[in-house]
């Protein structure tokens, strides 16, 4: 007995100390401290959870308000009530019972006996002394019972519904709008959580209502259940010992599975038995059988009531779907606060605007009953479970209250929160460097390389939109991407790039644009050399521009004499190809800090916003004995030719447009002045590119000639234009000759302006103004000039004759003398016309006479003025041309007595 008893406490002792023997490693604390102030360690539980990480708020508020949009979008389309669902309810049936319940009862007699006579002869048989006796015969009377087993009596079959009855199951009219009542709160109800409460976004010790700072708190949650956690539910719990800290959501808020449970019970009782001459039995069936959906939580998230300002929050992960622990991995937890700090709009030297928090996390196991799925510690048990604890001597209690690692604690460490302002300053996209590579005649790839280029990041250049998502927009990392575009959108000007924080960086790069010495502050078009354009061949022309530097504008701030800024500026637009030739740096393609030689990038040459393609021709020239560059390019008729103006403009892609770009805009030569005819004899000549034909310095010979009769006129400055002679001086006694009249001479008429330049000249000439004139600059070059005539105006109105209605008459028509009209419609009707006979005692016609107007008569019968509107009378000549329109207006004269009807 006493070798039972000590197997007996072996056995109890295994029992005992076998949860501490699940997990070993000692690197866990329960949150107490030894004499020594140590943490405690205990064995780790299984529940461990990571460093906690902020996220940006924002993009949580925006992914919220995208769902609330879904959400109100749904509920608009797809509306919540329907009540020919109520109404079709109104013949469900919520309920129907039936009872399955037997008994059976039996008694019967038992078999009667079989009887039967056997006779049996006997011989041999002998007295006592031995002499022999007579055969005898015996008779015997046998009776035979069969075997009997009792049998209990058989149940019936249970009774269908009855014929013709088949209902129809489902909620009541009622309890179905008052769920769609409920479902329609919800829906409210969550649209007001997401657009999240007022006391969560206004900062509450600030007067000016100033915006309260949010965070979103995320934890890494890694379970590994151990072997005591069988039917036990993990818990993991935030403490934040903050003052004033707002709860705005968990994440996940639950999570849960649709399951379905099938309960069936049947009881049977039968029996039998002799009873004498009877066998009695008896039988009792019941079956019941119940089938039910339900929901099974996996994971929860709750908050809980704390003291002080100390704010509790967790989340509790079940077993469910008939599992007997919680299922294992990583999970990742989500908490989004309001906290006691207001989100400053620009930065400040002092924590006003931001905030460390220190999270301490406690994590431990609670059991889990699966039948009325309910948990709970150790402490929290029964006086039924505890019996049975005692009762067995501690074997019923569950291991995991046994375990010596049953609660962790741990203080993951501290996060600083920032303003929103600080983090969009750090993480505003930056530019380094923006290469670009023409692709085709008119597409180029963009290489751009920086820093926050994150998902979703945006580019707006020119007209283009770019992104990922529209497939012209390659995001290789968070410090680099290339852009899909034409060459007509990189020679727009510098784009921006819309990245997820702060404000739109413009996509320019840094530094000058590979250039040395002369163009450090940029380079512009000459606006003393004009742009050239040469004749048209096979559709294309030659234009050619010249270049030169910028001078620094605060260099010339500095200078205070004309002399010395008309000096810095002669030296600062010096420029040479060598000085836009090769310049020494790095490459998106190169290595970092690769010292390698690479040629400047090519300007683009547009003309009207449209790229000219490559190739350009750049070589060095001389203006006025100064450096300069010369580009030429070959464009097409269809963007520059002899009648039209442009604006021509070069640009470096992707720098500094105040330095590395510039306009000019260009007239062509023939169109660089306007005509505009006075009369048969007097025009007006004007210049319309912004240069005065005269300047205001042009004092004297500053003559151009107007070529438009067999004598070439001169104008300009006063001195251009002849004097008549004086006539000669008439001698003493001599009565003065009469001379015959001179021919009438040009006159020219300056129209200065209000600085004194002129740009517009009248001139009225003695004879008929021709077609086309010439004229000729000062520097001998030469306009073509087209004068437009002078025609009279005719009115080609259509002319409108009334008439009322059923009236009958003729009326006039003038045409066209060179005319001859053959027929007289209306609606497609032919009309009766006439044409009075010339007068023979007239006088013959004038050359004037003859170009007339003739008139004819036209017959207009009741035929067509019977209804009120309007009739097209047509005059047609040869081969069907229309001569002249004109409209008769019928009116209605009976309409106020009804004669209209």
Not at 52 to 58: E, G, H
Not at 652 to 658: C, L, R, S, T, V
Request: aromatic fraction near 8%; hydrophobic fraction near 35%.
């Amino acid at each position: 007995m006493r070798r039972v008893n000590q197997c007996l406490a072996a056995l109890f002792s295994m029992f005992a100390v076998s949860a501490a023997l699940g997990q070993g490693v000692n690197n866990c604390t329960d949150g107490t401290k030894d004499d020594a102030k140590n943490w405690k360690l205990v064995p780790c539980n299984g529940l461990s959870v990571g460093l906690p990480k902020a996220f940006d708020n924002r993009t949580l508020t925006l992914q919220l308000q995208k769902l609330k949009q879904q959400l109100s979008q749904q509920q608009t389309q797809n509306g919540v009530f329907d009540f020919k669902s109520v109404a079709a309810a109104l013949n469900n049936l919520q309920g129907l019972s039936q009872r399955e319940t037997s008994t059976a009862v039996s008694v019967t007699a038992s078999p009667t006996p079989a009887t039967s006579l056997t006779n049996t002869l006997n011989t041999g048989i002998v007295d006592a002394n031995g002499n022999p006796l007579p055969n005898t015969t015996t008779t015997q009377n046998q009776v035979t019972n069969s075997s009997v087993t009792p049998a209990a009596p058989a149940f019936d079959s249970f009774a269908a519904l009855p014929a013709g009855f088949s209902p129809t199951f489902g909620s009541s009219p009622s309890d179905l709008l008052n769920d769609q009542m409920d479902l329609s709160y919800q829906i409210v109800n969550l649209q007001l959580l997401l657009d999240r409460a007022l006391s969560d976004r206004i900062y509450p010790h600030s007067a000016d209502g100033q915006t309260r700072l949010q965070t979103v708190l995320g934890f890494n949650v890694t379970l590994d259940p151990p072997r005591t956690a069988n039917d036990a539910v993990a818990v993991v719990e935030v403490a934040l010992d903050v003052d004033d800290v707002s709860l705005v959501a968990l994440m996940p808020q639950e999570k849960t599975y649709n399951a379905a449970a099938l309960s069936s019970k049947s009881n049977a009782y039968s029996g039998a038995a002799m009873a004498g001459a009877f066998q009695v039995g008896g039988g009792l069936r019941k079956r019941s059988q119940v089938f039910y959906l339900y929901k099974d939580v996996d994971t929860l998230s709750y908050e809980r009531m704390a003291p002080g300002g100390k704010i509790v929050f967790g989340w509790m992960f079940r077993p469910v779907l008939g599992r007997r622990s919680v299922t294992p991995g990583l999970k990742q937890l989500f908490a989004v606060l309001a906290l006691p700090k207001k989100d400053c709009t620009a930065a400040v030297a002092d924590d006003s605007c931001s905030i460390t928090l220190t999270p301490k996390i406690r994590t431990y196991w609670k059991k889990y009953d699966r039948n009325t799925q309910t948990a709970f510690e150790e402490r929290e048990a029964n006086r039924a479970r505890d019996f049975m604890y005692g009762l067995s001597f501690g074997l019923a209690k569950p291991q995991l209250f046994a375990h010596a690692g049953y609660l962790n604690y741990r203080a993951v460490g501290s996060v600083r929160i920032g303003s929103t302002d600080e983090y969009q300053q750090q993480l505003t996209p930056t530019v380094t460097n923006i290469e670009w590579r023409p692709t085709g005649s008119k597409t180029a790839t963009i290489s751009v390389k920086g820093n926050n280029f994150f998902t979703d990041t945006q580019v707006l250049l020119g007209d283009n939109h770019y992104s990922e998502s529209a497939g012209n927009m390659a995001i290789k990392s968070d410090q680099s991407f290339e852009l899909a575009s034409t060459l007509d959108q990189v020679a727009s000007g510098t784009g921006v790039i819309q990245g997820r924080y702060g404000l739109s960086a413009p996509l320019v790069n840094t530094g000058p644009a590979n250039c040395r010495e002369q163009c450090e502050y940029g380079v512009e078009i000459d606006g003393s050399v004009q742009p050239k354009l040469t004749e048209s061949l096979s559709g294309t022309r030659r234009l050619t521009i010249t270049l030169r530097g910028k001078p620094d504008p605060k260099v010339l701030l500095t200078k205070s004499k004309d002399d010395e800024k008309s000096a810095y500026k002669k030296q600062s637009w010096k420029l040479a190809v060598s000085n836009l030739g090769v310049v020494t740096n790095g490459s998106l393609t190169a290595k970092s800090g690769a010292a390698t030689t690479y040629a400047t990038q090519t300007p683009i040459l547009s003309v009207n916003g449209t790229a000219v393609p490559f190739p350009y021709d750049i070589v060095p020239i001389l203006v006025g004995g100064e450096e300069r560059v010369q580009i030429s390019a070959d464009v097409s008729d269809t963007l520059l030719n002899d009648t039209s103006a442009a604006t021509i403009k070069i640009a470096w892609p992707f720098y500094d447009p105040e330095r590395w770009s510039s306009t000019i805009p260009y007239t062509p030569i023939d169109a660089q002045f306007t005509v505009a005819r006075v009369s048969d004899n007097t025009f007006v000549l004007a210049r319309i590119n912004g240069t005065a034909i005269v300047g205001s310095t042009d004092t004297k010979d500053h003559c151009w000639t107007l070529i438009a009769s067999d004598k070439p006129l001169r104008f300009g400055t006063p001195d251009c234009t002849p004097k008549p002679p004086a006539p000669a001086p008439a001698k003493a006694g001599r009565k003065p000759v009469k001379k015959p009249a001179e021919a009438e001479q040009p006159t020219v008429t300056p129209l200065p302006s209000r600085d004194k330049s002129i740009a517009s000249f009248v001139f009225t000439l003695p004879t008929k103004l021709p077609s086309k004139a010439l004229l000729v600059s000062t520097d001998a070059g030469i306009y073509h000039l087209t004068i437009p005539d002078v025609a009279d105006k005719k009115d080609t109105a259509v002319k409108v004759t009334t008439l009322q209605q059923y009236d009958s008459t003729w009326i006039d028509i003038t045409y066209p003398a060179a005319k001859v009209p053959v027929r007289v419609e209306t609606n497609g009707v032919a009309l009766k016309w006439r044409i009075d006979p010339p007068d023979p005692k007239a006088k013959p016609d004038t050359a004037a006479a003859k170009k007339a107007d003739k008139t004819l008569h036209v017959e207009i019968t009741r035929a067509q003025t019977a209804k009120p509107g309007l009739l097209d009378l047509i005059v047609f000549g040869k081969d069907d041309a229309q001569i002249v329109k004109q409209q008769i207006k019928v009116t209605c004269t009976l309409c106020g007595d009804g004669g209209d009807k």
